[in-house]
């Protein structure tokens, strides 16, 4: 090999080495979105950084939102604020976290395509509504 392939090489080794410790470094600054509890029945179940069970209503295709007005009071969506990034995947949880647009235009976070909302008379760590009216908690592990 020649001096200015050592070189390329030796630059691109750098390049790769800074590109991921910058992004490490911007996964650890933006805000975490999502955690888990462990529930007796269910097992480990998606939350939201407040410890709220997270649910998914099956009666809402995805890609998709209908659950709006009285709905949406008693299951709030799980909203991301403006210029929050969303990391598609986080360490531990399986799926593609995203966005959707609500129709009042905020963004509604997704996983697999589906809308994610809470139960609003559920304390953290609670979950109540598991298999209630086509409504089921995100388990992680069964």
């Not at 009071?73 to 909203?79: I, M, R, T």
């Not at 609500?102 to 760590?125: N, W």
């Amino acid at each position: 090999m020649t001096k200015l392939t050592y070189g390329a090489l030796a630059a691109l080794a750098v390049l790769a080495v800074s590109g991921t410790t910058a992004l490490a470094a911007n996964q650890a600054m933006s805000p975490r979105l999502v955690g888990t509890i462990m529930d007796k029945k269910l097992g480990e179940v998606l939350t939201t950084s407040q410890k709220q069970a997270i649910y998914t209503w099956k009666s809402e295709p995805r890609g998709t939102i209908r659950c709006t007005g009285a709905c949406a009071k008693a299951w709030p969506p799980v909203l991301v604020k403006k210029g929050v990034g969303i990391p598609m995947h986080y360490s531990g949880i399986k799926g593609d976290f995203g966005t959707i647009r609500r129709p009042d235009g905020s963004r509604q976070l997704t996983l697999d395509r589906r809308a994610l909302y809470t139960y609003a008379h559920e304390k953290p760590g609670q979950v109540l509504c598991n298999n209630v009216d086509n409504w089921f908690a995100v388990k992680i592990r069964p």
